[in-house]
Structures are given as structure tokens and as C-alpha cells.
């Protein structure tokens, strides 16, 4: 299986984040970069549209502060049903420096473009494929 074909499966992305805009937002990026998008504004939503539509996400890209769950929590959670899932952190806060998160942090205001690029990257080296001077990986 080449790079190509691990991007060519369209994969699933979860979006989590308490403010409907910022979901949409990011939403509306994820899917005109080609990925099918489910959203949810908590964690207790996410974890039961997950639940609900049987479906296991290939990226989650989680508001880390949120009320109720945190976003870390979330995180957790989604490791115990799906072990090596990709987290992607978003946050207008940022975070303790000396806290360890279970994923990368991007910073509101963030680059939609880079947001994209990032987890294209991350689908690829979650696939466990590495990407060799041949492979195109798409822009955004």
C-alpha cells in the first residue's frame, strides 16, 4: 500500500469543539481538503455519535477546553475504544507548559491551511507508511 492509497480512502475526521462556529469552520476546511467530517460540541456528544453511527475515526481534532469533559479527557476516552488514533489539540489558551499532551496543539487563531496539511501528515504517519521522495502528499 502506497501513501496514495491511504489518502485516497477519504478518511474520517472528528471534530470536537463546544463553539459552533470554530466547528463549522473547521469542518467546512476538513472537507474541502477531501475528508469526510462528523462533528459534535462535547465530549459526550462525540462519544455518542460514535456509538450511534458505528464508525471509528481516523483523526480527532478536539477543542482542548470545553465545558464538562475536557478535551484531554475526551482524548482518553477515544484511546480506550481506539487504541493509536491520531489527536489534533486546538485551544485559545494553550496550555500548561509543563502538562504532556496526548497529541499535537495547534493555537486559535490557527491556519486552516496548515491545520489541513498537519493532519494529512499525521493520516500518513499513523498509517504507519513513510512518505518516500516519489510520494505527492496534497497541498492545501
Known sequence: ?????VLATRPLILVVDDIE???????RALVRAGYHVITASSATEA???L???????????IDLYMPGASGEELAAELAGLHPRLPVLFVSAF??????????LL????????????????????????????GDRLPSV
Do not use: N, W, Y
Request: aromatic share 2%; proline share 8%.
Open 1 to 5: 500500500m502506497a501513501v496514495t492509497d
Open 21 to 27: 462556529s470554530v466547528r463549522s469552520v473547521l469542518a
Open 47 to 49: 462519544l455518542g455519535l
Open 51 to 61: 456509538d450511534q453511527l458505528q464508525v471509528r475515526p481516523h483523526l480527532a481534532v
Open 94 to 103: 494553550g496550555h500548561e507548559p509543563d502538562t504532556v499532551l496526548p497529541g
Open 106 to 133: 495547534f493555537e486559535k487563531p490557527l491556519s486552516l491551511g496548515m491545520l489541513c496539511k498537519t493532519v494529512t501528515h499525521m493520516l500518513v504517519l499513523a498509517s504507519g507508511l513513510a512518505p518516500t521522495i
